[in-house]
């Protein structure tokens, strides 16, 4: 078996084919397809946003203040003179750096936290399941609220809060795949010849687990960023001068009659991302349902 013109061994032909198909699958949903090239959009501009924004993102300039668009200002300016456009392509960057450190946190305490609950099973199951339910009690967004609210608004703080609330998904979904793989013959064989209990987590029942979680998490990422945006709106997130998408909704309350263009253009941003994370987290769903890929 040969791919352009390179000999691959015959170990890897399923491996090859799966990945055909899987790719096949992507290309017969359109909705997909555009998922991922809003998705791929949003990270081009998070990556060159200080490349092509034609303003300094939190520079006042009280002369030219609402301002509608126009050539010089695409998206006008604020009730501050501050370039629209420009805020935007930054906020681009907030959403991004605030989506990847809620995913790596909020995923890596839910994946362990679910790994060693299904893993020991018992009163530690017993304990950590009882906390995540009490977690799970709350509406997200009400319970982020709070924890954003007792440590003080800030990126830092907005971060934190939503992963804290977060986590809980993860754990459930990691419990069950270790329940399940902690049973199989592999493992049983790893605890005859005396492996610790560590050993067999890290290495076999942990790596089995993080492929659904990963998942979860493409499905999250929308989510993840109307909570954020929910929390700047409220005053809860990030500060001004920052220029965060749902904080910029909020300046613009009070201009929506006149000067709509403040609030509409950060508020499409996030419903554009949104929309684009939620057609591919459906459409990786989707791939990866077993009826679909037969």
């Given at each position: 078996?040969?791919?352009?013109?390179?000999?691959?061994?015959?170990?890897?032909?399923?491996?090859?084919?799966?990945?055909?198909?899987?790719?096949?699958?992507w290309r017969k949903s359109r909705l997909t397809m555009v998922g991922t090239i809003i998705v791929l959009a949003f990270l081009?501009?998070?990556i060159v946003a200080p490349f092509v924004a034609p303003y300094d993102p939190i520079e006042q300039n009280l002369k030219e203040k609402l301002l509608p668009p126009s050539r010089e200002h695409l998206f006008g300016t604020d009730?501050?003179?501050r370039d629209i456009f420009s805020r935007v392509l930054y906020g681009s960057r907030i959403a991004l750096w605030i989506i990847l450190l809620v995913s790596l946190i909020s995923g890596g305490v839910g994946t362990?936290?679910?790994?060693?609950?299904?893993?020991?099973?018992?009163?530690?199951?017993?304990?950590?399941?009882?906390?995540?339910?009490?977690?799970?009690a709350f509406p997200g967004l009400v319970l982020a609220m709070a924890f954003a609210a007792a440590m003080g608004p800030s990126l830092t703080n907005t971060i934190i809060a939503i992963s804290l609330v977060y986590w809980t998904r993860y754990a459930r979904l990691a419990?069950?795949?270790?329940?399940?793989?902690?049973?199989?013959?592999?493992?049983?064989?790893?605890?005859?010849?005396?492996?610790?209990?560590?050993?067999?987590?890290?290495?076999?029942?942990?790596?089995?687990?993080?492929?659904?979680?990963?998942?979860?998490?493409?499905?999250?990422?929308?989510?993840?960023i109307l909570t954020a945006a929910g929390l700047g709106f409220l005053g809860l997130g990030a500060q001004p001068p920052t220029p965060e998408w749902g904080a910029m909704v909020s300046d613009g309350r009070n201009y929506l009659v006149d000067q709509w263009w403040i609030s509409t253009f950060p508020g499409l941003a996030i419903a554009i991302v949104v929309l684009g994370?939620?057609?591919?987290g459906d459409g990786i769903r989707d791939m990866l349902d077993p009826r679909l890929r037969r």
């Open positions: 078996m040969r791919i352009l013109g390179i000999p691959v061994p015959e170990s890897y032909k399923p491996m090859i084919e799966d990945l055909k198909h899987t790719m096949y699958l081009m501009v998070a009730q501050f003179g362990m936290i679910g790994v060693f609950s299904g893993y020991f099973g018992g009163i530690v199951d017993e304990i950590l399941m009882r906390i995540t339910d009490m977690f799970l419990r069950a795949e270790a329940m399940r793989v902690k049973n199989m013959e592999y493992i049983e064989a790893e605890k005859a010849i005396g492996a610790s209990h560590l050993r067999i987590i890290f290495l076999h029942v942990l790596p089995m687990c993080i492929s659904p979680v990963l998942v979860q998490l493409t499905l999250r990422m929308g989510t993840i994370f939620n057609l591919l």
